[in-house]
C-alpha cells in the first residue's frame, strides 16, 4: 500500500565509484522508514523538476550554483552535501572545499558530511555560516572497504582471481594521459565563465607535467614488461583518464592488462598489492592490510596521506621489488592502521558511517510524500532518449559523426545505466531479509521502499 514517507534522493555522477556505497545509505535509510530514490544525476534532477510538491532531502556530492540550489530548495526540504572529490586531500583542502561552494548559497545548505576530523576542523573555519552543519562521520564508501564487508564483493572477486591469478593493481588517476584530451578540457577552461585567467594557466602548466609523468611511468611499464618473470600488473584506469591512451599503450604490452570493468573494490579485493600516484585506493589497500606503493614523480604530493602510507617508487627496480614482495608475502590478516590515516579518515568501531549519516538525517525535519507517479510524459521522453541512443549509435557504427570515445562521455559515467535487477541484486547481498520495492519510475532512476 502506498504510505506517505520521508523521501531521499540519491543521484550518481560515477557508478563505478558511488553506486554501491549510495545503496549501502539507501539501506539504512529504509531500515529507518525512508523512501529512497536512486539514480544518475541527470535522471534525479529530471525527478525533482517532475514533483508537484515541496519535500524529502536531496544527497548531493558538491555545491550548486545559487540559482539551480534556489530553484532545487523550492522542490525539496533539504540539500546536504557530502563531497567525494575531496577525500583525503589535506594541503589544499580549505581552498578546494572553499571553491566547491557557490558563493551566498551556504544559508541554503543544511548539513556537510565530511570524511574524517581533518576535514571537519577545516571545514568549521572556512564555513562559519555553517558551523552547527557540520558533521564528521566518515563516508559510506570507506564502510564498503571494511573487511566486514568483504561478503559484498566476494564473487566478482573471486571471479578476478580465477581469471588472472595473483597480480598487482595499478590505479591509474592522472586524468591529462593525451594531448586530445588536455586540448578538449584546456578548450572548455578558456570557454568556462567561472575560470579566471590565472586558474586557466595553472591548470594547463598542471596539464603539462601530468601527462609529462604519464609519459614517463608509460615508459617504466614498457621496461618492466620486457622483463622476464615480472609479476602481471593490471592497470586500471581513472574515469577521467583517457582510456582510448590506455587502450592503445596495451597493444604494446604482454604481461600488464588494462581493465576498466566494474568498480575497483573487487579489483583491489583480489590483488596482492596496490600502486597508486596519490589517489583513495592507497587508502582502501591501506585498510584491507595490503601492501600500498607510491609511484613518485616530481609532481608527487609529498605531503598527503596517500604517499605517508605507502612505500615510495621510484625506479625500475623498487616497482619490480615491490610487486614480487607484494606478491610472494601476500597476507591480509594483520591490519594496523597508520596514524596519518586515522587524522583523515573518521571509522567507528562497531558503526558504520552509513548509520551515522541515517541517524542525524532522520533530526531534519521532513515532510512525508507518496511515492512517485510515472506520467505518459516521462514515459514519452523516455522514449525520445531511446530513439536518440539507437540513431546516435548508427551514426557512430558508419563514421557519420566522430565519438570522442576517450573523454569523460556519460556512457563512462553511467555504464549500463541504472536497472531494477542491480538494484534488486545488490541489496540482497546487503541484507537478503531485507523486504524492500524495487522499481523503475524512468530511465535511469529507481525507486526503494
Given amino acids: 500500500m502506498n504510505k506517505k514517507k520521508k523521501n531521499l534522493f540519491l543521484p550518481i555522477e560515477f557508478k563505478y565509484r558511488e553506486f554501491s556505497s549510495k545503496l549501502l545509505l539507501a539501506s539504512f535509510a529504509l531500515k529507518a522508514g525512508f523512501r529512497v530514490y536512486v539514480g544518475s544525476s541527470n535522471s534525479i534532477f529530471r525527478l525533482i523538476k517532475s514533483k508537484s510538491k515541496k519535500e524529502g532531502i536531496f544527497f548531493f556530492k558538491g555545491g550548486l550554483e545559487l540559482e ?207 600502486v597508486h600516484r596519490g589517489c583513495s585506493a592507497a587508502i582502501q589497500a591501506h585498510m584491507r592490510g595490503l601492501p600500498v606503493g607510491h609511484f613518485v614523480s616530481e609532481n608527487a604530493k609529498i605531503y598527503e596521506t596517500p604517499y605517508k602510507i605507502s612505500k615510495h617508487i621510484y625506479s625500475l627496480k623498487e616497482l619490480i621489488e615491490f610487486c614480487k614482495t607484494s606478491i610472494r608475502d601476500n597476507n591480509v590478516n594483520i591490519i594496523k592502521y597508520h596514524d596519518e590515516f586515522k587524522k583523515m579518515i573518521y571509522v567507528k568501531k562497531d558503526e558504520l558511517a552509513s548509520e551515522l549519516i541515517v541517524r542525524d538525517l532522520l533530526k531534519l525535519e521532513t515532510k512525508r510524500e507518496f511515492s512517485f507517479q510515472t506520467s505518459f510524459k516521462n514515459t514519452f521522453v523516455d522514449m525520445y532518449i531511446y530513439i536518440r541512443a539507437i540513431i546516435k549509435k548508427f551514426l557512430i557504427f558508419f563514421s557519420i559523426i566522430e565519438e570522442n570515445l576517450g573523454t569523460l562521455s556519460y556512457s563512462k559515467k553511467i555504464p549500463g545505466g541504472i536497472t531494477e535487477n542491480e538494484v534488486k541484486n545488490f541489496l540482497y547481498l546487503l541484507d537478503s531479509n531485507q523486504n524492500s520495492t524495487v522499481k523503475k519510475i524512468f530511465k535511469d532512476c529507481i525507486e526503494i521502499d
Fill in 68 to 274: 539551480l540550489l534556489v530553484n532545487l530548495k523550492k522542490k525539496c526540504d533539504h540539500f546536504v552535501i557530502l563531497d567525494e572529490e575531496l577525500g583525503t586531500l589535506k594541503n589544499d583542502y580549505a581552498k578546494i572545499a572553499r571553491d566547491r561552494i557557490w558563493p551566498d548559497t551556504e544559508k541554503y545548505i543544511d548539513r556537510y558530511y565530511v570524511i574524517g576530523k581533518y576535514g571537519y576542523e577545516a571545514s568549521y573555519n572556512i564555513f562559519p555560516k555553517m558551523k552547527n552543519k557540520i558533521k564528521c562521520t566518515g563516508w559510506p564508501r570507506v564502510d564498503l572497504w571494511r573487511k566486514e564487508n568483504d561478503h559484498l564483493f566476494k564473487k566478482e572477486t573471486e571471479l578476478i582471481n580465477k581469471k588472472y591469478g595473483d597480480f598487482v593493481l595499478f590505479s591509474s588517476d592522472f586524468g591529462y594521459n593525451s594531448n586530445k584530451i588536455i586540448n578538449q578540457r584546456l578548450n572548455d577552461y578558456k570557454n568556462s565563465s567561472w575560470v579566471t585567467r590565472k586558474q586557466y594557466y595553472i591548470e594547463k602548466e598542471l596539464a603539462e607535467k601530468t601527462f609529462k609523468d604519464f609519459n614517463y611511468f608509460k615508459k617504466l611499464l614498457k621496461d618492466y614488461d620486457g622483463i622476464k618473470g615480472s609479476p602481471l600488473i593490471i592497470i586500471r584506469p581513472h574515469p577521467t583518464d583517457d582510456l582510448d591512451a590506455w587502450i592503445n599503450f596495451s597493444k604494446e604490452l604482454s604481461n600488464i592488462k588494462i581493465v576498466y570493468e566494474g568498480e575497483i573494490t573487487p579489483w583491489i579485493n583480489a590483488s596482492s598489492g596496490v
